[in-house]
C-alpha cells in the first residue's frame, strides 16, 4: 500500500490498557489494511510507552509514531498527528473506544453518497449520540441497550443542524476539509470544546456533517481526564472552554 485510505490519530497519555484494547480493535478490523495508526505519545511514563509501542509492532499494522516531551493535550497533539498525515481520510479516535468491522467505510460512504459533506461520526455509548438519546430524537425507531451488541434500526446518515456536534471520540474528516478548514483550535488547553469550535467551522464554511446511525462504537468517555483530573477540574477546563467558544461565536454552541 503506497498510500492509506485511512489515516487513524491516536493520542495518549499513559492508560496502558485502554489504549492496547483500542488498538486490538484496530487490528481486528476488515479495514485494517487500508488504514495508518498516527500514535502520538503525548509524554507517558517510560513503561507506558515502551508497552504500547510493543503492542503496535504485534499487531503488524501500519504505523507512524510521535513522542512529545510532555502532555500536550489532545488538541495540539492531534494536530501534530494531522500535519503527518496523508490519507484521503483522516480520522479522530480516543484510546477509550472500542470499534466494530466497517464503521471506517461506513463513515467514508457517507461521506462520498451525501454532497458538499465533509465530516461523518458515530453513534456510541456516550454522550448526545447514544441510542437511547438519538430515539428521543426520532432519529432511530426503538433504542436497545447502549452497549456492544446494539444494532442499528435506521442506516441512512443523518445531516446534523448547526447545534448539533458530535464528538470527536471517532469522527472523520476529509483531506479536503483539512485544506479548507484547517487544524484544531489550542485555545481550548488540553481539551474540551476543540470539536464544538471545529463543528461551528465546518457549518459556517456551508459544508454538511453527518452521524452515522449504522456506525455503532464502545466508548468508555473520559477516561484519560478522569484520571488525571477531579469532578472539579473537568467542570472549570469546561467552563474556561466555554468562555472561548462564546467569545467566537457570541452564543451558546454547546
Known sequence: MDKPLYDVIMPTYNQTDETKQAITSLSEMREVDKMRLIW???GS?????????????TTGMMHFIIFNPENWGFPKAT??????????YVIFLNNDVILRSDVFDTMREAIE????????????????????????????TEAQEDNEEYMPVVTTPRVLEREEHPA???????????????????????????????????????YKRLICLDAFVEHKHRTTFKALYSDKEIAAMQQQSMGVLRAKYGERVW
Not at 511514563?45 to 509492532?57: E, F, K, Q, V
Not at 494536530?79 to 484521503?88: D, Q, T
Request: some cysteine; aromatic content about 8%.
Open 40 to 42: 502520538i505519545d503525548n
Open 45 to 57: 511514563l517510560p513503561d507506558h510507552t515502551s508497552d504500547i509501542m510493543g503492542h503496535i509492532y
Open 79 to 88: 494536530n501534530l498527528g494531522i500535519a503527518n498525515s496523508v490519507a484521503p
Open 113 to 140: 453518497n451525501t454532497p458538499n459533506s465533509m465530516l461523518a461520526s458515530t453513534v456510541s455509548t456516550s454522550g448526545w449520540q447514544r441510542p437511547t438519546r438519538l430515539a428521543k430524537r426520532g432519529w432511530i
Open 168 to 206: 470527536f471520540f471517532c469522527t472523520m474528516i476529509t483531506r479536503e476539509c483539512i485544506q479548507k478548514i484547517g487544524y484544531l483550535s489550542e485555545e481550548m488547553g488540553e481539551g474540551f470544546g476543540e470539536d464544538d469550535d471545529y463543528n461551528e467551522r465546518i457549518h459556517a464554511a456551508g
